[in-house]
């Protein structure tokens, strides 16, 4: 009864402290938020590194159809997906269902196999562990976050990390902390160097055989002092 009664009308939001909603400012545009306002929610605009949007200690990406074939083919999802994977719970919400399908058995209007859609779902699931949700529209969407917000018991801090790394993934989480950085390039990096010493004492011409021109922005953090 507990499970049904999340999605019975008397489950509307009824705050006695109001919950706050981070919102990346490229989303100001998206009718999400000011749903959102009027569900009882406090949103605020900021530069997200990561997601679109941050509810407590889940960070949801949200792609609209159109967005998620074209992120698709440019392979920037691959990027976004990455940068999840800091969080431990993490959402990929795919917009729009209720008036465009995803694909069909044809190449009609993406230009693309369906299987390799299927496929590219697939991967997002099983690789990159992200749980994907469907919405109808942008109502949809922001109920989906309503009811996610009472489900979270606990506020974690936004730069959230493992607790229980091995000496393997610690020396990758450092190197994850460069921007441009992800976790396979970290592994390329060091098995190339071996080590993180070797990583920030080798050459610019040898960082960029790995990483390309990365290395000019890598090298210039690794010699810049706090102050």
């Avoid at 399908?101 to 859609?117: F, Q, R, V």
């Amino acid at each position: 009864m507990g499970f049904l009664n999340i999605f019975s009308k008397k489950s509307r939001i009824k705050q006695k402290t109001k919950i706050k909603v981070l919102i990346d400012y490229r989303e100001r545009n998206c009718l999400i938020a000011s749903e959102l306002v009027s569900m009882g929610f406090i949103i605020e605009f900021r530069e997200l590194k990561v997601a679109d949007y941050i509810v407590k200690d889940t960070a949801i990406e949200r792609k609209t159809i159109n967005d998620f074939i074209s992120s698709m083919i440019n392979r920037r999802l691959l990027k976004q997906l990455e940068e999840l994977q800091q969080y431990k719970n993490r959402l990929l919400i795919i917009e729009g269902i209720e008036e465009q399908e995803l694909y069909t058995d044809s190449k009609e209007w993406t230009g693309m196999n369906p299987n390799a859609i299927r496929g590219f779902l697939l991967s997002i699931l099983l690789k990159y562990k992200v749980p994907i949700i469907f919405t109808k529209n942008y109502k949809d969407t922001a109920k989906f976050i309503a009811v996610l917000s009472k489900k979270q018991e606990k506020e974690l801090p936004l730069n959230i990390t493992k607790k229980t790394l091995n000496k393997k993934e610690r020396l990758q989480f450092i190197l994850e902390g460069f921007p441009g950085i992800g976790p396979k390039t970290a592994r390329k990096l060091l098995k190339k160097f071996k080590t993180l010493r070797n990583v920030f004492n080798a050459s610019e011409e040898e960082l960029k055989e790995v990483i390309g021109k990365k290395a000019e922005s890598f090298k210039e953090l690794v010699y810049s002092k706090y102050k």
